[in-house]
């Protein structure tokens, strides 16, 4: 089968204190798309590798009779919209992919409208404010809240410091998004409980083993969340591993679990996701985001990748993943 | 004299530059592309409006490209880097759902563009999500409910008379008197025809019994609401509102002409509304009012038709009502793509018939 691999790659390595690698931080490193483009031609598919910037439409057009599917990792470039960019290209082209199309690309990357949809259909999502600039702050706020860029992925914008206690930090915090971003800083109550990650794959979707980030072992000086710092410093330096797969559920498992398929179809998600949730001091759960396309850094370059790693756990060898995620898009178009 | 009037060529010289070369993108239609004749229908004069507004441009001395929306567009494009499109596709291969398409295209090859974006158009072509959206946000609607299949069971709390809308399709296709359901035999028909002549889910919502506005919002720095009420002439109809027929089939015989609206309120809820749906630039909804003068939203569009009065469309027409004519409209779009476009402030949309922010 000739597959093509659409995919961005980073050029600096995100490092919490460099504005510029926050912007790339979703991209993968040259290493990780090689090794996909290994894992595919292990599983016998003819690869053609096409990086998702300016040039990508003009391959995919010369190529369009010849791909059988493209398996879409692309992140984009030059947009708001940036992931929903090349599902709409598939589209126009005919060209079947792996994954959700333009609209839930699109709206999953908008963390508020994204929020609001959830919302609307009675999932748990906590109360946001969107600030383009720290002077527009007025409201009255109860800290400590997180400040999140409203567009972007794997933990981008997300540091230590965006948690923030008071007025001046969180007007602080606003104007760093808005100008490493030049995007609307969404801002949120930041709850202190578990944190756990739910993979999906299928159609309908099967839940894989749902992952927990256990803060309590993170060292010193480190904020209790998913930010920058754990996944691209700890995670990746560490020899011990924070992420607890399955997580230990109990009587809150049916819970996250029902709340997952709920999310998958009130966004209208194909194929695979992975949803990031969290519980408040009560162990109430809510949803902080989608994760479309997933990150699927293979286990050769990184051990802490959530999506493998929780597939690994179910028995799914990472090539065997990949097979699973293009025989669950192929079958959509048959 | 209007704000937007005051738009010069001197002006020009004071920095509100005019682009030098404007690309206009439309539908490329053909009717196998469409399982309709009604839906062709809403899209076959694409290449002459274009034309129309083509013309417009060309009186500013702008150079003007004009492209069919298809699969050789990217490469055009590419090859022609005109400084700004007008976005005014509508469908691809008929399938309105792949408008949003063109501006995945135009922010890859960063060229700037009039109009919503990927997520505004995407959102454009899902009714339901717009809904849940409007509703989750405060703004009023009438109750609702998506149907997927002809036989899905029925939310036993909407109260008839109920009318079917394609989820996915604007144009009024399909809105003839035979929308309107008084029960729930008739409701099922037509839904049984809807989905299974197009391919898609039918939102269901309770007609609401009572007079329609149509409002405007064009948006600068500010965003400017401008509104008319749709008064119906023929009244002898059961239900008053614009079908299909009205819209496209009985030029010189309009069923309805445009009077002035205003309410501060409403014009409260369009702006609202305007960012909910994501839209930009400019964008239009249809409300109705019930008998106690609630109001109800309707329809959103945000990527209306955009021409000239003689292209027949409600914007020119709402817009002359408030003595803005359309080569005002058209240069205030031009300048404000290009200003955002260099991360300049846009120029405000002002006039002295409608009230100030």
Known sequence: MKVALLYNVRHIYPDPNDPRSHKEADFDDRETIDAIVENLKVLGHDVLPIEANEEAYQILYENKNSIDIAFNYSLGINSKDRTAIFPAIFDLLKIPYTGSGVLTNALILNKAKAKDVMKSHGIPVLPHHLFKNGDDVKAELKFPLIVKPIAQGSSAGITNDSVVENESELRRQINFINSTFGDYALVETFIQGREFSVPMLGNPPEILPIIESDHSKLPKGYRKLDSMEVKWVFEEQSEENNLICPAKLDSIENKIKNIAIKVWDALGIKDLCRIDIRCDQNGKPFVLEVNSPPGLIPPEVSKTSYFPFSAKVAGIAYPQLLQKIIDTAQKRYQ | ?357
């Open chain 2, 1 to 357: 004299m209007n704000g937007i009037s005051a738009i010069t060529s001197g002006d020009q010289k004071n920095g509100y530059d005019l682009p030098k070369s404007v690309g206009i993108i439309f539908s490329d239609v053909k009717r196998e592309y469409f399982p309709t004749e009604a839906q062709y229908i809403t899209e076959k004069d694409a290449d002459v409006d274009a034309h129309l507004i083509a013309e417009y441009l060309k009186k500013l001395e702008i150079k003007v490209l004009l492209y069919p929306g298809n699969s050789d567009l990217p490469t055009k494009l590419k090859k022609d880097k005109p400084d700004m499109v007008i976005n005014l596709v509508d469908s691809l291969k008929g399938y309105e759902f792949l408008s949003s398409t063109i501006p995945g295209v135009l922010e890859l090859l960063e060229i700037p563009y009039t109009g919503t974006d990927i997520l505004g158009l995407s959102l454009d072509t899902n009714k339901f999500v717009v809904k849940k959206l409007l509703q989750q946000n405060g703004i009023p609607i009438p109750n609702f409910q998506l149907f997927n299949s002809a036989t899905d069971m029925m939310d036993p709390t909407l109260r008839y008379p109920l009318i079917s809308k394609l989820n996915e399709i604007h144009g009024g296709v399909e809105i003839t008197q035979d929308s309107i359901s008084e029960n729930e035999k008739h409701l099922r028909e037509r839904l049984k025809y809807l989905i299974s002549t197009y391919h898609q889910s039918v939102v269901v919502e309770e007609f609401i019994v009572g007079r329609e506005v149509t409002a405007i919002l064009l948006e600068g720095l500010n965003k400017k609401v401008y509104m008319a009420e749709k008064v119906f002439t023929e009244t002898d109809r059961k239900y008053l509102f614009q079908t299909f027929e009205d819209q496209w089939m009985s030029k010189g015989m309009k069923t309805f002409y445009y009077q002035k609206y205003e309410d501060p309120l409403l014009r409260e809820y369009v702006r609202r509304a305007f960012d909910i749906a994501k839209m930009m630039d400019y964008g239009k909804f249809d409300v109705r009012l019930d008998s106690s003068g609630r109001y109800f939203f309707i329809d959103s569009n945000t990527n209306p038709a955009f021409g000239p009065k003689e292209s027949d469309c409600a914007l020119s027409y709402i817009l002359d009502l408030y003595g803005i004519d359309f080569p005002e409209i058209l240069r205030r779009l031009l300048i404000n793509t290009i200003r955002d476009a260099k991360g300049k402030e846009r120029l405000p949309v002002t006039d002295e018939a409608s009230e100030e922010i």
